[in-house]
């Protein structure tokens, strides 16, 4: 079993439309988490932390299940602009700063 | 925001040569930076992590006489990929870590090296 798994998508979005997708993650000590957006051929970036209370950051909104291991993104009106590959990173506890990076949910959003 | 560059951007070299990505931090000492690389769909693979100073720590499968990281100042670490072969052809990302003061997980990333080995 992979330490985090993605649905790789695509996700095909209407413009305007609300998307979401998860990322599961297989140690249970993990203690942080993090969306990442990485655009074709170019370098992961950082799009919010994920905390255990949930949080929002404009369109987008992160929550995180401990007990099921899970954390999940939404990103709300979508934009063309959101085209993108959503990674999802786990720092498993006692790795140091150490990231474990899924595999990418890919989102292409059509006018 | 923190900055971190690459050099060079993309290279194509011939198989059996040998070939040096620098990443730089820019605007803030990195105590730690990683090395990844990442194939054609396909996630982000760790290969190594280097403290300033010392030596780098391999990941499992990733040779370290074939992929030589030297971290010799807190804003520049090197990775060199020796005797490239095809398959060494990916997209290589480096990430910087500031130090504990700026907080210990944040890991700022170059925008990668694309090589290609022929």
């Known amino acids: 079993r992979k330490e985090v798994e993605q649905d790789p998508g695509p996700f095909n979005v209407p413009e305007g439309a609300t998307v979401a997708f998860n990322c599961t993650y297989s140690?249970?000590?993990?203690?942080?988490f993090f969306w990442y957006r990485q655009d074709c051929r170019k370098e992961p970036k950082l799009l919010m932390s994920v905390y255990s209370s949930g949080n929002e950051d404009g369109r987008f909104t992160a929550q995180l299940n401990r007990a099921s291991q899970y954390i999940s993104l939404l990103i709300r009106d979508s934009k063309l602009s959101d085209s993108a590959t959503y990674l999802c990173?786990?720092?498993?506890?006692?790795?140091?700063?150490?990231?474990?990076f899924g595999g990418g949910t890919r989102v292409l959003v059509k006018p | 925001g923190a900055v971190v560059s690459q050099h060079p951007s993309w290279v194509i070299c011939k198989s059996g040569t040998s070939v040096k990505i620098e990443c730089r931090s820019l605007d803030f000492q990195a105590t730690t930076m990683f090395w990844y690389r990442q194939f054609p769909k396909q996630s982000l693979m760790l290969m190594a992590t280097s403290n300033e100073g010392s030596k780098a720590t391999y990941e499992q499968g990733v040779e370290k006489d074939k992929f030589l990281i030297n971290h010799a100042s807190l804003t520049l670490s090197t990775l060199t990929v020796t005797s490239a072969h095809p398959e060494d052809s990916s997209f290589y990302i480096c990430?910087?870590?500031?130090?504990?003061?700026?907080?210990?997980?944040?890991?700022?990333f170059g925008p990668g090296t694309r090589l290609t080995v022929l």
């Open positions: 140690n249970s000590a993990s203690q942080s």
């Open positions: 990430s910087a870590s500031a130090s504990a003061s700026r907080g210990t997980d944040t890991q700022y």
């Open positions: 990173v786990v720092n498993p506890k006692g790795a140091g700063n150490k990231l474990t």
